[in-house]
């Protein structure tokens, strides 16, 4: 059984950072490429950022490119999302994903909220 299992979501002001850290089990967390989403209220998911399986090959959306880091851990089954200059338009739900046996996992989700 596939399960992510986020953390890290918190308030934070504008400029700072934050690091998100998502959970997984029940699948080859090494063959498989992580992915980080988020969900602004009345805006549909987007993607953030992924993280292949092989090479580690990262891509970034533009809105967080030379901001966020995605890293993986294969011997903790762990993907985490380094979040810096923190913005209020990155206020969203943060979710963590992978693609497995022709099927989407989600994880339940982290709240962002970047305000002074």
């Known amino acids: 059984q596939v399960r992510l299992v986020e953390s890290g979501g918190v308030l934070v002001q504008p400029g700072g950072s934050l690091r998100l850290s998502c959970a997984a089990s029940g699948f080859r967390f090494s063959s498989e490429t992580m992915r980080w989403f988020r969900q602004a209220p009345g805006k549909e998911r987007e993607l953030v950022a992924s993280i292949a399986s092989v090479g580690e090959i990262t891509t970034y959306a533009d809105p967080v490119k030379d901001r966020f880091t995605i890293s993986r851990d294969n011997h903790k089954n762990t993907v985490s999302l380094q979040m810096n200059s923190l913005k209020p338009e990155d206020t969203a739900v943060y979710y963590c994903?992978?693609?497995?046996?022709?099927?989407?996992?989600w994880g339940q989700g982290t709240q962002v909220t970047v305000s002074s």
């Open positions: 994903n992978v693609r497995w046996a022709f099927m989407n996992y």
